[in-house]
């Protein structure tokens, strides 16, 4: 995988778009290869929940959310609900690696379709209960949430298998 966080041209949606990418790209880079049983390890006894099937997952349904519920105004098909707040992780269980990793790669390719019909001022057809964001801040989101979860498949990885990387 060719990842690079160095934008073609130096404008403001072009720079954020490529952060974007690279950012789903590491978070991508960080689950090829892994064998199912290390895909859905969670070897961390304060967070059950956590393996890189799961983070991905989640990654996911993050995306869904973000841009085809809050930017364009789409139906929350998200697995979530107020009884099962976890549900993206919980489903996880029950999904291939590659399953996951190729419902994570439709996600992009849809929410990447919206967003290229968007201009980064654009508000968003859903508001949050404290303000009214536009496209700009949910991609600047997008970045913020994918990488600080790519910490956590940094170490997810390296405990599995040892392999440390960028």
């Given at each position: 995988?060719?990842?690079?966080?160095?934008p073609s041209t130096v404008d403001e949606r072009t720079t954020a778009l490529t952060l974007l990418r690279y950012v789903r790209?590491?978070?991508?880079?960080?689950?090829?290869?892994l064998p199912e049983d290390l895909a859905h390890a969670t070897p961390l006894a304060t967070s059950p929940l956590m393996s890189i099937a799961n983070v991905?997952?989640?990654?996911?349904?993050n995306e869904h959310y973000w841009v085809e519920v809050v930017v364009a105004g789409g139906e929350d098909r998200a697995p979530w609900s107020d009884e099962?707040?976890?549900?993206?992780?919980e489903i996880a269980a029950q999904m291939t690696l590659d399953d996951i990793l190729t419902g994570y790669r439709q996600q992009i390719a849809a929410c990447d379709a919206i967003l290229a019909e968007r201009d980064l001022d654009?508000?968003?057809?859903k508001p949050r209960r404290d303000f009214q964001p536009n496209v700009r801040w949910v991609v600047a989101h997008l970045v913020e949430e994918t990488a600080r979860h790519n910490g956590h498949l940094d170490i997810l990885r390296e405990l599995a298998d040892g392999e440390v990387g960028d």
């Open positions: 995988m060719d990842r690079t966080d160095t790209e590491t978070a991508l880079a960080k689950a090829e290869g991905i997952n989640h990654l996911r349904w099962h707040p976890d549900g993206e992780f654009d508000l968003t057809a």
